[in-house]
T-cell receptor
Framework: EDQVTQSPEALRLQEGESSSLNCSYT??????LFWYRQDPGKGPEFLFT???AGEEKEKERLKATLTKKESFLHITAPKPEDSATYLC????????FGTGTKLQVIP | DAGVIQSPRHEVTEMGQEVTLRCKPI?????LFWYRQTMMRGLELLIY????????DSGMPEDRFSAKMPNASFSTLKIQPSEPRDSAVYFC???????????FGPGTRLTVL
């Protein structure tokens, strides 16, 4: 059975305090590892797709990396507007979602 | 493009009533997904369609749930009869092809009293 596990469940950072979110996966036939951001009361918003180990993608203060068993979402010098739940998902035709990391950035 | 459109945004109903949720995917997207999100279980895939054909409905919790996609621009998720444990946020998502990311709608918050 496909599994995607995210840690930590919740993370509280001071503004400017860099950190990383972890996503470990056991997915058969993985064709993509996806990261999404979800704000309260909204649907998940796509951030990145990673296809192969060693791949990295960046967007503003976020950088996603992928190994054979894990993906990391690095947040550099976060701002309060980065507060959200970050979801990762992996799979092929259908994807399995992790339960997310709820990030709170304190001014 | 307007993105994925869902209606209603909020639905409050009483146990035993029929509930119909609606979704309009992004034009040109071949895949459509229905998810349910709760605090306890996170985001769960209920069913997905490819070119209007249901491919995998193994996530549909029981026979009370049914989904249809009569054409490329419309899908429904029906619960009959509804129960309090069905209370959740239901998301529809669409995807252009098998390799790409999904785009989610704003969700329907369902409350069954």
């Amino acid at each position: 059975e496909d599994q995607v596990t995210q840690s930590p469940e919740a993370l509280r950072l001071q503004e400017g305090e860099s950190s990383s979110l972890n996503c470990s996966y056991t997915v058969s036939g993985l064709r993509g590892l996806f990261w999404y951001r979800q704000d309260p009361g909204k649907g998940p918003e796509f951030l990145f797709t990673l296809y192969s180990a060693g791949e990295e993608k960046e967007k503003e203060r976020l950088k996603a990396t992928l190994t054979k068993k894990e993906s990391f979402l690095h947040i550099t010098a976060p701002k309060p507007e980065d507060s959200a739940t970050y979801l990762c998902a992996g799979g092929y035709q259908k994807v399995t979602f992790g339960t997310g990391t709820k990030l709170q950035v304190i001014p | 493009d307007a993105g994925v459109i869902q209606s209603p945004r909020h639905e409050v109903t009483e146990m035993g009533q029929e509930v119909t949720l609606r979704c309009k995917p992004i034009s040109g997207h071949d895949y459509l997904f229905w998810y349910r999100q709760t605090m306890m279980r996170g985001l769960e895939l209920l069913i997905y369609f490819n070119n209007n054909v249901p491919i995998d409905d193994s996530g549909m919790p029981e026979d009370r749930f049914s989904a249809k996609m009569p054409n490329a621009s419309f899908s429904t998720l029906k619960i009959q009869p509804s129960e309090p444990r069905d209370s959740a946020v239901y998301f529809c998502a669409s995807r252009r092809d098998r390799y790409n990311e999904q785009f989610f709608g704003p969700g329907t918050r369902l409350t069954v009293l």
